[in-house]
């Protein structure tokens, strides 16, 4: 009996170490951030987020729209996507193959216009009207009507007040943060951010003139002087130096906050047939703690 629990001791070692010698790397897809590298996001990122495993190898990769980053995860280029709660749950209600495999708090986290340094006082006239939203309710209302079910429906575009006469406000919008971000098929912004912009322009009774570039392209839109403003920077009240904010760029108040992130994979049709349409049949906190070990690599 000895002899046989020797053994197995003996076995549950070598388990053990070659366990601890299997190097695991996840690679990890994000929109892209305008202030740091991916590599200078990785090392922040593993210092917040990754779990104490010196067998983990994370690797961070940009994405300048959210297209390119699901066709990304589509073909195992990277094993998961990052997005925040509110675009995550927007995705896995369109389309059934997507699945969250993770979620991480990060608080503080917020979007807020973007404005070039010398447009100071268009800055001060978006927190003017942002004031004035938030305090009758306008702001929470739309963000009942667009954001609290998403991808539940699709959103219609608004009609902006024309004010004859009046100055107009190019403004940025990306359609890759839906559904507070969206374009239509038809290649018409509608939903959150047109209602909000809508209201905006109301207040200040300035005409709004909406201009689709992607999410990577939004500093460049503001510093060539193409946009007057950018509908989103993300921000992180708990950072000094902003990760997707560079120098140069000021920015309102934030108009949006959350504080979850969330991990979505991709179940492919080999996927469903082998494990079931079920995701309790399909994967457990142990594939998640063994971090996906897809073979990309």
Same mark, same amino acid.
């Given at each position: 009996m000895k002899k046989f629990l020797s053994v197995v001791l003996v076995l549950l070692l070598m388990a053990g170490t070659s366990y601890g010698l299997e190097k695991k790397v996840i690679k990890l897809g994000l929109l892209s951030k305008l202030n740091t590298t991916e590599e200078q996001f990785m090392e922040t990122w593993r210092k917040t987020f990754a779990p104490k495993n010196e067998n983990l190898e994370i690797v961070i990769k940009f994405y300048d729209n959210l297209n390119a980053m699901q066709m990304a995860l589509n073909v195992n280029d990277i094993n998961e996507m990052i997005?925040?709660?509110?675009?995550?749950?927007?995705?896995?209600?369109?389309?059934?193959?997507?699945?969250?495999?993770?979620?991480?708090?990060?608080?503080?986290?917020?979007?807020?216009?973007?404005?070039?340094?010398?447009?100071?006082?268009? &800055?001060? &006239?978006?927190?003017?009207?942002?004031?004035?939203?938030?305090?009758?309710?306008?702001?929470?209302?739309?963000?009942?009507?667009?954001?609290?079910?998403?991808?539940?429906?699709?959103?219609?575009?608004?009609?902006?007040r024309n004010f004859e006469g009046a100055e107009e406000i190019r403004i940025a919008v990306t359609g890759d943060l839906p559904p507070i971000d969206y374009i239509a098929a038809d290649g018409r912004p509608a939903g959150f951010s047109t209602a909000v912009l809508s209201e905006i322009g109301r207040y200040l009774k300035k005409n709004i003139k909406l201009i689709n570039i992607e999410a990577g392209a939004r500093t460049a839109a503001l510093t060539s002087g193409r946009?007057?403003?950018?509908?989103?920077?993300?921000?992180?009240?708990?950072?000094?130096? &902003?990760?997707?904010?560079?120098?140069?760029?000021?920015?309102? &108040?934030?108009?949006?906050?959350?504080?979850r992130f969330v991990h979505l994979v991709k179940v492919r049709d080999e996927d469903k047939k082998t494990k079931g349409w079920d995701p309790s049949s399909w994967w457990s906190v142990r594939d998640v703690i063994n971090l996906h070990d897809t073979g990309a690599q």
């Open positions: 997005l925040p709660d509110f675009t995550a749950d927007y995705v896995m209600n369109m389309d059934k193959s997507y699945r969250s495999s993770l979620v991480l708090r990060s608080k503080g986290m917020g979007l807020a216009f973007g404005f070039s340094a010398e447009n100071k006082h268009l &800055q001060m &006239q978006f927190n003017e009207a942002l004031t004035a939203l938030i305090s009758d309710w306008t702001l929470s209302a739309l963000e009942g009507i667009y954001i609290a079910s998403p991808g539940m429906t699709e959103p219609e575009p608004i009609e902006f946009v007057d403003v950018v509908f989103w920077y993300e921000i992180d009240t708990t950072k000094e130096v &902003q990760p997707d904010v560079p120098e140069g760029i000021i920015l309102s &108040q934030p108009y949006y906050e959350w504080d």
